[in-house]
């Protein structure tokens, strides 16, 4: 009981299909287009068609920010950490004076101020205009400010940003090759070389590379948690209750959740001159459910020892978990 | 209204995207339909779950649902060129309902009480559902179980080419296919994304 002139929606579709492929490929002519206008003049259900997948086609450019198995939430994370630790710990630790923030309330050149945190510090800024920065463990970032701008740059570690929005002052932190700019925005980046994260707890912010290399920005919605290393982006959803954990530093608390060994010890050592290392394989899948203080390694090696069943040795001036044979 | 900022934001975020179609946009004829263009992705395109839900408890036969969304779309459409209706979400489902009538009529059918179904549905007329505010927040999660869903070769070709950046020639060599094939893998993975990511309700209960 079809009408003469209906059209198939399967049919469209595929033909829809077939015309934003064909228009994503290189050679695509003046020609082509005027063949595309005239389909797409033809009929409401192509132009429809047609308009639904290209907004389908534009979307998946959003998967860019998506490894194929990123489904793990912390996939990418995960594998770092354990990366990191299996490295040879840092011997010379980097132990910046902090800066007082007095220094903020004058601002008039831009000029730059470098704000830096030991190993094991925090420390939190508190901007003029209400905004605020949290500096984690082993943190260095420079801040200047003109009429219509504040830069920070992330120059390694981590820090925690609750931007009071000002629709006259932007607002963008620079890590690396990366920059974030602020939509009104809380959100969490943690930096080091060749691996930037960015986790956005509350509004929106934009991410891009100021030298053009990303065609597109990205947008940062709430849960998103964003990692760029090795030139890859990467975007996960993180749950309330993870970032939750994740911010647990901003109370001198570290919280973790079945988490491996390896990244527990990872996490640690953030905070500690003195490194623990993981011996072998086994012993750093182990999954550990607890909190501690950031400076708490002692309690948490006791803890491994008593309830991990596993052997704790120094070696020089690093601690080695193993299996106990 | 605040419930439609993550769709919008989403929208303009990926409109920056150039890929021709603004481009084609820019010429005449189109730049007329630019306005509409954009409006039905806008307002009507993320309601699809839901009108696809009240298509299917209308009309028994599936294999006419797709057919008859696309002339409930054609008809919303023409009608958004003379001028936008107050409310979208209100038109779509009264156009949606009167071409049930309608073809239940030609068919000779009586379907009236499923059609006068909409509350029974969850599918309110007035307000804006969640559908709106869903998409945003969920969007990249949809976007990758839709993406998951794919055959198997579709979803390896739309990931070199959209998430590897691959050109098609790199693409036909890794896959060990003709140039041809991947377009054609590409097309049916784009055609299939949009029906898994528009056609699924996200989450039932909005969670």
């Known amino acids: 009981m079809r009408e003469p002139f209906s059209l198939r929606a399967d049919d469209v579709q595929a033909e829809a299909g077939a015309w934003i492929t064909r228009r994503d490929s290189t050679e695509w002519s003046n020609a082509d287009q005027a063949a595309l206008d005239a389909w797409l003049a033809a009929s409401t259900a192509h132009m429809i068609a047609f308009i639904r997948l290209d907004d389908m086609w534009k979307r998946a450019d959003r998967l860019k920010a998506l490894k194929p198995n990123a489904r793990q939430r912390t996939g990418l994370m995960r594998r770092f950490a354990s990366g990191t630790f299996a490295m040879k710990a840092v011997a010379a630790a980097v132990v910046a004076a902090c800066i007082g923030a007095a220094a903020f309330l004058t601002p008039l050149r831009p000029t730059e101020t470098v704000y830096a945190t030991a190993i094991g510090a925090h420390k939190a800024l508190k901007l003029p205009d209400g905004s605020r920065i949290d500096l984690n463990t082993d943190t260095t970032l420079r801040l200047s400010r003109s009429a219509n701008r504040v830069t920070v740059t992330l120059d390694k570690g981590e820090a925690f940003f609750q931007i009071k929005h000002d629709p006259r002052r932007l607002f963008v932190v620079l890590a690396g090759r990366h920059r974030v700019i602020d939509i009104g925005t809380e959100f969490l980046m943690r930096s080091q070389p060749n691996h930037l994260e960015v986790t956005l707890i509350s509004g929106s912010a934009r991410l891009d590379a100021p030298d053009g290399r990303m065609q597109t920005p990205i947008l940062l919605r709430p849960g998103d948690d964003l990692t760029v290393a090795n030139n890859l982006i990467t975007t996960t959803r993180k749950s309330s209750h993870r970032l939750a954990e994740e911010l647990g530093w901003r109370r001198g608390m570290l919280i973790f959740e079945a988490t491996p060994l390896a990244d527990v010890v990872a996490e640690f050592n953030r905070y500690s001159v003195r490194k623990i290392v993981v011996a072998d394989r086994v012993t750093a899948s182990i999954p550990l459910s607890a909190s501690f203080p950031t400076d708490g390694a002692d309690s948490f090696l006791e803890l491994a020892k008593a309830m991990l069943k596993v052997r704790v040795d120094r070696r020089g001036d690093d601690i080695v978990i193993s299996q106990r044979k | ?207």
């Not at chain 2, 409109?15 to 179609?21: A, L, P, Q, V």
């Not at chain 2, 057919?67 to 489902?93: G, I």
């Not at chain 2, 969850?122 to 709106?132: F, I, N, R």
């Open chain 2, 1 to 207: 209204m605040p419930s439609n900022n993550g769709i919008v934001r989403g929208m303009s975020d990926t409109s920056e995207t150039s890929h021709g179609w603004n481009e084609a946009d820019g010429r005449g004829a189109m730049a007329a339909a630019r306005n509409v263009n954009d409006w039905f992705v806008r307002e009507i395109l993320p309601l699809e779950p839901s009108l696809l839900k009240f298509l299917r408890r209308s009309w028994r036969n599936e294999s006419e649902i797709r057919d008859l969304c696309q002339d409930v779309y054609v008809e919303v459409y023409e009608a958004a060129r003379v001028e936008f209706p107050k409310s979208a979400r209100a038109f779509l489902f009264s156009v949606a309902r009167n071409a049930v009538i309608d073809k239940s009529r030609r068919a000779h059918i009586v379907a009236i009480e499923a059609v006068a179904d909409l509350e029974a549905l969850g599918v309110s007329v007035d307000e804006p559902g969640p559908d709106q505010a869903v998409m945003g927040r969920q969007d990249l999660r949809r976007l990758q179980s839709a993406l998951d869903r794919l055959p198997e070769r579709w979803r390896e070709a739309l990931v070199m080419r959209k998430i590897e950046g691959l050109t098609r020639p790199q693409i036909a060599q890794r896959m060990g296919i003709a140039e041809r094939t991947v377009s054609q893998h590409l097309a049916s993975a784009i055609v299939a994304l949009s029906n898994i990511f528009y056609g699924d309700p996200p989450d039932e209960g909005g969670k």
